[in-house]
Structure formats: structure tokens, C-alpha cells
């Protein structure tokens, strides 16, 4: 076994084999060829290219390209390429036209409601009766027409929704929109209901009052008159049925989604679905990586074992024998990938830059260290001269490579979990760099003497080895675990990644705001513990579990290998780290923690991964999150969020950002409850009373347009603050309307009515004007109606201070300035509430007010603030009687299609801890056909002869006593035909050809079992040899 020398090697790639074939375009490989190839993976793609192409190289001679330097930079040589191959881009989906949209927004059932009293009232309006002015009747079909253009809107925002989350998976469905969803429904109903109402006593107080009661007959010429107070009448309840639904809540959560996007961006949060944001504000739970999110990923060798001296520091290259110097270099620069290199620092005085993976980044920086350099040896072994290599999993925690030396010999380089590979050692190199013997005995010391204080140093620890293979020797390179084994141990080594400075704190702000944090990862678990305690994740006297992916695994599953979910929550609650897991694992808890009923509510998880195998957990959690810098496209397409600084701070942001969120919906919901109570109650009762409502229909789309459009604008894009994460999350099942809230809403509603109905009977006495009450039908807009119409306005805007707290705060004006678009939005809707009073005229049936009663309208808005304080004053706890509303749907409310979801996971782990069994279930399915098969056809054979026993069919032979029909599909698991392997296919005895055609049992799925097993089984096994059942028996 000679030494590795830099100047006297060549090396010799491994033969390839050349297979050209010419085809069309100059290339040897057709478009159709490769998407063919593309459709194969593992063993059947490499089989296809080794009988197609003879290898990989083949292949790329065929493309006319390089597998290390790519495609040259020709021009017309890439045109070409396109114009055979295509572009390599994904197509965008064809948006929807401007007419699709509208058509959609069309199909909306208020919408549509609104459209048809337009269409009626319009088509009246060109009606003249004998002594009206058709002027005066446009007015109705005017004010629906003029409802239409908003409703259309919010129809076309609410339907397009609707449609969205129908084509999204269940996971889209957050938290807040299950709760809205279900909180619009009920509110819609009622609103559906108080219209109907209201419309069916106006329609028989009118018919009553009348043709009963005044006595009056229904004369042909009077029809249209008729006809339009029963339009009126519809229209009132439309009216009722348009501020009763809460339209404007998908637009106040687009707007505060959309808002909080946009600013989480500048927090480096890239979020990718809508939902999300919202959904992280209730999280209860962070599983998160280490490396890169709660550490720097810019990981070093600290320490290092070397020659049977522990070195606490980099040791000098002169302490080091010159064997082990050149082999530890030689295993560092060529058992690792190529495009992972230490670059010069960017600035003077900045650190070197680490290009690839960091934890190869920290070996090639531990050369340097050594006054060593890796690029020599990397260009006189140039990539494509690596015989052999094993890339690294997540399963065998190791990377190979092979080279081919001078002497026609090989050498294996290995790198990976010092605890795995040591296992695989059995010699290390003492301080003369000479070979002596590795016992198990000796791993057992260096894992306490080394790895164990170097773990508990926090560092990870990476053992470095190497094997030499003779000429003569060369074994089969398939067959990894063979080939890396008997290895030489040159070192082990201890990297430190450093935790983030402003990780600890932010898993402070965490823990203070309810939210369990737990550090899932590969690492050793003296290790993970170690730097857990460093973040906060574990403290001093705390009940925790620190648990590895085996224990962990032994723990939670059964006698047969299945998880139990009893056993899963009694680990989680405790669980903190997860060391040496896989991504199984990693999925596993996720699906368990969101699937557990344990403790007063159900958990919402977040999750953080970067590699391709944390696809599942990623999708499987509330919240994903990708690591931006770190993370591969496959796990950046699962997640939720990308993470784009990598970094555990910017997920504390999220959560708050997240619960500002919530609350900016919970703003918006009691200002508009408040609203839409007001407003129902009002246009109910009046119209019942007096006939018409108080507030016209315009003037409830003004209303309407303040509480669902400005007010959405305005509460909706409050900033967060600190304060948000000193309260617990708000969980999946509390409702979104707690009861201070609804304190709050019926407080201010019942201000707000005593003041409308005081001013709708006693105003006219109390301003000395007019009653507008008992009106004629086209009667000129009141003042007594315009003061209802602008009190009512101040008393909303006022309110709208008053909304922006929701826990009970007395301080309503507490940073209102820092949100310039609420005080914009205020001020301007007052100044255009001025604009429609004073010039509004008959279209807003308002008339110009007097200053003394604009001076009374504030001072009742006013009002409003004060009121607001003695509400705060009643405390919540005594109101017993007050419900709470917008609770999540319950499983039981669940559609099936979302239970049905749970039921589709699977646990592969699971899966293949099962598969023993099910290939057993399978052999046994198997023979049991094979044994009616025989019974079958020796039944055929003994047709004719007069024996008691005889059984001349299968129909006979299955009805006699001594044999049941049992359906066992329910308790044998099977698995699929194509899943057979070649050696089964060729065991399968086939079917031995029968006389009787009505033999279809066989193939319907029908087993047979016998009553009494002896009988049974000495008739089918004493067959003598020569007869069909022999031939059969023998080959099972």
C-alpha cells in the first residue's frame, strides 16, 4: 500500500464504454430519448443508460457536451440545442380574461339578488302612471343600480375566493379562515332571515293596511303603483340582507394579508402562500433544524484527534508525521465535492468566503489552517478521474470516494458521523503514522475520551478514514457496504458552528409568548444538547426529553413496528431535541404533535427544513419554512415561507406578524359587527313601524363602503408590535369573537340604537323640524332623516378609534399616528361625509344640515369615546351571559375529503417496517390459491367416478361441509401484481390446465379454509410424486 505523493501519480479513470448512433439534428440522442429516460429512476435509469449509451460519459459524447465543463458558450451552437431540445423553462398557466373574472363575480347569490331588483325596478321606472313624475319613480331603479357596481366587487373578491380555496389542498384552509368561514355563514343566514322578515310585514302591512283596512279595491290603472311599493318593500330587505353579510371580510383579509407580505418581505420572509402569515401567529409549536437557522452555518475545526493526540487547538504541521499530513490532505481535497471551496474574503479584513457545503467548507478551511492547500491536489485529480463515489445520505451519514492508483491498486477516501464510522474501523494510525489495530475496546474509549467531551463542547464530530484495495482485490463497487469497510482511521475531528448572537433571545421572546420550540436534527446528541442549552431551547432543571431518531422510534411504535398515538403523546409534550433523526423522523413528529388531542387545545405547528427529504414534513405542517440560502428547490416548493436569511429571528418575526394579523382581524370584525347590528336592527324596526327605512339604500352603500372598504384599509394595516408576543397563541380552537369583544360589539350597538330610535321618534320635537316619518313615496329628502343618516356616520368613525383595541385597552389613541393610512382614511371619510350632506341631494336623500346641528351630530359621535371607556369598566368576567362566536369547524363539522386526508399520510418508516408482513400475508394469499388451484383440478379429475366423496365441480367442492367461504381481502394486506419480484414469478407454480370451464373462483378473490386443519392438511400434502399437487408442492 503506497503513500499518496503529489508529484508521481497518474490516475486512471474507470474504462467506459462507446456506443455512437447517428441521428437526426447532429446529436446522438433524440428529445423523445431523453424524456423517455427522464420518466426512469434508480437501478432501471442506470440499466437503460448502461445498454443505450454504455455510461454516463456515453451519453454526454452523444449530447456533444462535457459532465464537468457543461456546454461550450457558443451561440449558434444553443440556438441549435433550443430548436431540437426546447427551452428548458416551465410555461406560466394562461391567466383568466377580464370577461371570465366577470362572469365569475356574476355568479354571487347577493350579487344576483341585487341584479334582478335592478332589473325590476329599472323596467318600472319607464312606467308613467296617470298623476306620478317619472322622474321621481327612477329614483328606486337608480339607488339599485347604484348598489350594484360595490356589490359586484366585494361579490367578485368573495366568489373568487371561494373558487381559490375550492382548488387549493385542505393545508391552504388556515386556522382564521375556517373560523371566518364558518362566522359568515351563520351571520348570513341571519342576515337572510331579517330580510325576509322584513320584507313579508312591510308587503302585509301594506296589503292589510290598504285593501282591509282602508278598504280599497285593486283597480287595473293603480297595478304600477302597487307594483313599486312592492318593489320598494324588496328592495328594503335587500338592503337588510347587504349590511347584514359581512361582505367586506375577504377583502379586510386580502388587505391584511397583503400588507403584512409586503412588510414581512423587508423582514426576510418571502412568503409563498397567503395564508400562512395568519396561520403562524397561532403556532404553538416550532420544530427547527440547527445548522444555518439557530447557528451561523459558517462552521470551523476547532478541535481535532490526530496521531493518538488529542489537540484542542489547530495542531502546527510540524507536530504532524508527513503520512498522516498528506493522507488527511489527500482525503479532505478529494472526498468532497468540487464545487465546495474556501474563497479569498471579499473585503480587506472580512473572513474568507465559504462557497458549498460548510461542513466540507470547515475541513478545506482545517487545511489551510495546516499551511496546506487543496487545489494542487485537486488539479492533478481532476473530477472526472474519480473511479468511484458514494455520495452522502441521510441514512448512512457518510460520503466515499475511489480513486485508482499507480500500482493499478485503489484507494477509498470516506468521511461521515464519527460514532458510524468508527464502527467501520478496524485500524487507526498512530503519532508515527504506522497502521495498529482498532478493537472495539479502543472505539469504546475514544467515544468517552474524545468524541463524547468534544460533543458536549458542542461541536460535531466527523471521523476521516481510508482503505487501500490491491490490483488483485478489486471487489464488487456495487456493494457499498463491502467496499466501505475494514477501514484506517486518519482522524476525527470537532467543528464548531456557532450559535446566531440573537438566536438565544429570540427563543426567549418565543417561550414568553407560548410557543414551544424543539431542535430537530442530525447531529450527535451530546451535540444537539449541547447547543440547545446554548439557545434557551433546555434549561437547568427543566423536565425535558432529549431523545435520538432509534429511541425516539422504540419509543412511539409498537410490538409491530406501527405508531401508536397514545405513545406518540406521551413523548412530544416533553420532547425537545431530536438528535440523529431522519427526515421520517422529522415528519413523523410533525404529523403527531398536529394530530394529538392532549392539553387544553390542538396544537399548530411550524416547521423548518432545507433538504429534498424534508419535503413531506414541510407539507404535512401549518406552517413550512425553507431555508433561502441553504434550501433546495424541492423543499422551498413545499414550503409555506422562505426563509431568505436563514435565520431563527425572521420565524420570531413571522409569529409576530402573524398575530398582528389576527388581531387586525379581530379590529376589523368588531367594528363591523357593531355595524351590521346597528344597521339591521335599525332598517328592521323602522321599516315595520314607519314603513321605510331610516337609512336609504344609498346611503347604506355609503355605510356599507365605510365598514367594509375604509374600514378594512384602515384596521387592517396596523403595524405590529411588541406587545403581540407577550400573550399566549391564540390556538385552532378559540373562537375568533371572544367575549370581551362581544361586550364591546353589543355595548356600542346598544349606544348606538338608543340614540338612532330617540332621534327616529322625539328628533323632529327636539330640533324643531319636520317628522320624516310616514313620508309619501317620493317625498323630498328630510333633515329629520339626514340628521339619523349623519349621526349614525360620526357614531361609526368614532368607533372605528375605538375598534383598534380589542383586549379591553383604555388607551384607544395609543399609536394612532404611526399608522398614517387610519388617520388618512378617518379624516377623509369625515370630509366626504360633509360633501354628501351638504351637496348630496336627492340622489343620497340627504338635505343640507344647519352648523348647530352638525355641532350636535359630533358631539353624539363623540359620545362614542366615552361610552367606549364605561364599557371598558364592566369587567368581562361578571358578564356570564355573553357568547363567545367564530369558533373553528369541529372534526365532526369536517368534510370528508379533509378527514380523509389524515388517512392518506404515510409514515414510509411505517411502511417499510410492514413490508415484512405483507410479503408474508402475500406467500400465505398464494398458497391458499394455489391449494384451490389443485383441489380444483383433482376435483376435474375424479369426474365420473361413483365415490361418496366425489366432487364433480367446483361449485360441489366448495359446498360440502367440510370447507367455509371466507373473504379474507379485509384481513390480508396485498400488494399490487407489479410489485412481484422475478424470483417469486419464477417459484409461482402456474395453474395446471382444467377440464371444467366453470371454474372462475379462482380468479374472483374467494379463499378457502378448512374446519378441521388435520383433515386438511393431510389431504393436500399426501400427494404422492408424479401428480400435479406434487409439482406444486414442490415448488413452494
Known sequence: MGDVANSSIEFHPKPQQQREAPHAGGFGCTLAELRSLMELRGAEALQKVQETYGDVGGLCRRLKTSPTEGLADNANDLEKRRQIYGQNFIPPKQPKTFLQLVWEALQDVTLIILEVAAIVSLGLSFYAPPGEESEAKKQDGAVAMEMQPLKSAEGGEMEEREKKKANVPKKEKSVLQGKLTKLAVQIGKAGLVMSAITVIILVLYF??????????????????????????????GVTVLVVAVPEGLPLAVTISLAYSVKKMMRDNNLVRHLDACETMGNATAICSDKT??????????????????????????????????????????????????ILPPEKEGALPRQVGNKTECALLGFVLDLKQDFQPVREQIPEDKLYKVYTFNSVRKSMSTVIRMPDGGFRLFSKGASE?????????????????????????????????????????????????????????????????????????????????????????????????????????????????????????GEDFLCLEGKEFNRRIRNEKGEIEQERLDKVWPKLRVLARSSPTDKHTLVKGIIDSNTGEQRQVVAVTGDGTNDGPALKKADVGFAMGIAGTDVAKEASDIILTDDNFTSIVKAVMWGRNVYDS???????????????????????????????????????????????????????????????KPYGRDKPLISRTMMKSILGHAVYQLTIIFTLLFVGELFFDIDSG?????????????????????????FNE??????????????????????????????????????????????SPLSTEQWLWCLFVGVGELVWGQVIATIPTSQLK??????????????????????????????????????????????????????????????????????????????????????????NIPLIDDTDVDENEERLRAPPPPSPNQNNNAIDSGVYLTTRGTKSATSSVFSSRPGSPLHSVETSL
Open 207 to 236: 296589503v292589510i293596511e290598504t285593501f282591509v283596512v282602508g278598504g280599497r279595491a285593486w283597480l287595473a290603472e293603480c297595478t304600477p303603483v302597487y307594483v313599486q311599493y312592492f318593489v320598494k318593500f324588496f328592495i328594503i
Open 292 to 341: 444555518g437557522t439557530l447557528t451561523t452555518n459558517r462552521m470551523t475545526v476547532v478541535q481535532s484527534y490526530l496521531g493518538d493526540t488529542h489537540y484542542k487547538e489547530v495542531p502546527a504541521p510540524s507536530a504532524l508525521t508527513p503520512k498522516i499530513l498528506d493522507l488527511l490532505v489527500h482525503a479532505i481535497s478529494i472526498n468532497s465535492a468540487y464545487t465546495t471551496k
Open 420 to 540: 458510524i464510522l468508527l464502527k467501520k474501523c478496524t485500524n487507526i494510525l498512530n503519532s508515527n503514522g504506522e497502521l495498529r489495530s482498532f478493537r472495539p475496546r479502543d472505539r469504546d474509549d475514544m467515544v468517552k475520551k474524545v468524541i463524547e467531551p468534544m460533543a458536549c463542547d458542542g461541536l460535531r464530530t466527523i471521523c476521516i478514514a481510508y482503505r487501500d484495495f490491491s490490483a488483485a482485490q478489486e471487489p464488487d463497487w456495487d456493494n457499498e457496504n463491502e467496499v466501505v469497510g475494514d477501514l484506517t482511521c486518519i482522524a476525527v475531528v470537532g467543528i464548531e458552528d456557532p450559535v446566531r448572537p440573537e438566536v438565544p433571545e429570540a427563543i426567549r421572546k418565543c417561550q414568553r409568548a407560548g410557543i414551544t420550540v424543539r431542535m430537530v436534527t442530525g447531529d450527535n446528541i451530546n451535540t444537539a444538547r449541547a447547543i440547545a442549552a446554548k439557545c434557551g431551547i433546555i434549561q437547568p
Open 665 to 727: 382581524i379581530s379590529k376589523f370584525l368588531q367594528f363591523q359587527l357593531t355595524v351590521n347590528v346597528v344597521a339591521v336592527i335599525v332598517a328592521f324596526t323602522g321599516a315595520c313601524i314607519t314603513q321605510d327605512s331610516p337609512l336609504k339604500a344609498v346611503q347604506m352603500l355609503w355605510v356599507n363602503l365605510i365598514m367594509d372598504t375604509f374600514a378594512s384599509l384602515a384596521l387592517a394595516t396596523e403595524p405590529p408590535t411588541e406587545s403581540l408576543l407577550l400573550r
Open 773 to 797: 316619518r310616514n313620508a309619501p313615496l317620493h317625498s323630498p329628502p328630510s333633515e329629520h332623516y339626514t340628521i339619523i343618516f349623519n349621526t349614525f356616520v360620526m357614531m361609526q368613525l
Open 801 to 846: 378609534i375605538n375598534a383598534r383595541k380589542i383586549h379591553g385597552e383604555r388607551n384607544v389613541f395609543h399609536g394612532i399616528f404611526s399608522n398614517p393610512i387610519f388617520c388618512t382614511i378617518v379624516l377623509g371619510t369625515f370630509a366626504i361625509q360633509i360633501v354628501i350632506v351638504q351637496f348630496g341631494g336627492k340622489p343620497f336623500s340627504c
Open 881 to 970: 351571559c355573553l357568547k363567545e362566536a367564530g369558533h373553528g369547524p369541529g372534526k365532526d363539522e369536517m368534510t370528508d375529503e379533509e378527514l380523509a386526508e389524515g388517512e392518506e399520510e404515510i409514515d414510509h418508516a411505517e411502511r417499510e417496517l410492514r413490508r415484512g408482513q405483507i410479503l408474508w400475508f402475500r406467500g400465505l394469499n398464494r398458497i391458499q390459491t394455489q391449494i384451490r388451484v389443485v383441489k380444483a383440478f383433482r376435483s376435474s379429475l375424479y369426474e365420473g367416478l361413483e365415490k361418496p366423496e366425489s366432487k364433480t365441480s367446483i361449485h360441489n367442492f366448495m359446498a360440502t361441509p367440510e370447507f367455509l367461504i371466507n373473504d379474507y381481502t379485509h
